[in-house]
Nanobody, 122 residues
Framework: QVQLVESGGGLVQAGGSLRLSCAFS????????MGWFRQAPGKEREFVAA????????WYADSVKGRFALSRDNAKNTVDLQMNNLKPEDTAVYYC???????????????WGQGTQVTVSS
């Protein structure tokens, strides 16, 4: 059974940092590209970052470029999103997802986690 479980969310002040982690249960997902998306109240889910299965290439939304960094460890079956210089507009539920190829499109992802809340206070 494929499972993606996010952790690391919480409340932080603007300018602070958080590190989100996504643990995936199935070894087959080590050959999948992984992505992070977020959804703020009243807004559509949006792309944040993606990484290929090797961990050699990453893609970021313009809104987080230079502040967020995505990495993965296939030996540990984890994908981490380091978030620095957080802003109130980063407040959202963050979701980890898996796709056969790197993509910014929600519909390209086959498996999703339940999400973790990130709240940035001003």
């Amino acid at each position: 059974q494929v499972q993606l479980v996010e952790s690391g969310g919480g409340l932080v002040q603007a300018g602070g940092s958080l590190r989100l982690s996504c643990a995936f249960s199935a070894r087959t997902l080590s050959s999948y590209s992984m992505g992070w998306f977020r959804q703020a109240p009243g807004k559509e889910r949006e792309f944040v970052a993606a990484i290929n299965w090797r961990g050699t290439d990453t893609w970021y939304a313009d809104s987080v470029k230079g502040r967020f960094a995505l990495s993965r460890d296939n030996a540990k079956n984890t994908v981490d999103l380091q978030m620095n210089n957080l802003k109130p507009e980063d407040t959202a539920v963050y979701y980890c997802a898996a796709a056969l190829a790197p993509s910014r499109g929600i519909r390209d992802y086959d498996y999703w986690g339940q999400g973790t809340q990130v709240t940035v206070s001003s």
